[in-house]
């Protein structure tokens, strides 16, 4: 079992639509959840992070953790085309030394929003 | 504006060959990493370096080395490409202490026939 699950899809939306990104883990050490999005030929951006339990907004972002569950969620509101692209779920744990920094990824799932 | 720049966008090498892909970042970060996206896989760890000559593997090393000696600089080795090694390949770098966020280059294509 992958330590981090999301649906590949694809995602495929009308504009305007809410659209609902989630992913699931495995190991109850992460701590930091990150949503990172990534356009066509171009690597991966930070998109929205938030630290353990909760909800966060960012515009038309929303990102919650249900840390109970080991699920995490990014909502779009009023989708654009704009935001077609490949979102990905990355977390980690709270541990230093050398593991410092490393992310675990899920797959990615690929939105496309069409007007 | 942090800038990660690698070394080709794409490349096409022969199975048996030794491939050098080179990672450049601007904005004297501690840690580097390089990771292969391939689809319904997502992006997998291959090693990473938190220091001039330090590395770690991370969760798929078997056919790859790398190399730090200077710190803007990390550079990843497929000693024999063979053709499972055909993937996309990022290079990432963040501050040492850095919670959450990894800058990454645009990838290099790579294509072992």
Known sequence: QKEVEQDPGPLSVPEGAIVSLNCTYSNSAFQYFMWYRQYSRKGPELLMYTYSSGNKEDGRFTAQVDKSSKYISLFIRDSQPSDSATYLCAMRDNAGGTSYGKLTFGQGTILTVHP | ?113
């Open chain 2, 1 to 113: 504006d942090v800038k990660v720049t690698q070394s080709s966008r794409y490349l096409v090498k022969r199975t048996g060959e030794k491939v050098f892909l080179e990672c450049v970042q601007d904005m004297d970060h501690e840690n580097m990493f390089w990771y292969r996206q391939d689809p319904g896989l997502g992006l997998r760890l291959i090693y990473f370096s938190y220091d001039v000559k330090m590395k770690e593997k991370g969760d798929i090393p078997e056919g790859y080395s790398v190399s730090r000696e200077k710190k803007e600089r990390f550079s990843l080795i497929l000693e024999s490409a063979s053709t499972n090694q055909t993937s996309m390949y990022l290079c990432a770098s963040s501050l040492y202490g850095g919670l959450y966020e990894q800058y990454f280059g645009p990838g290099t294509r790579l294509t072992v026939t």
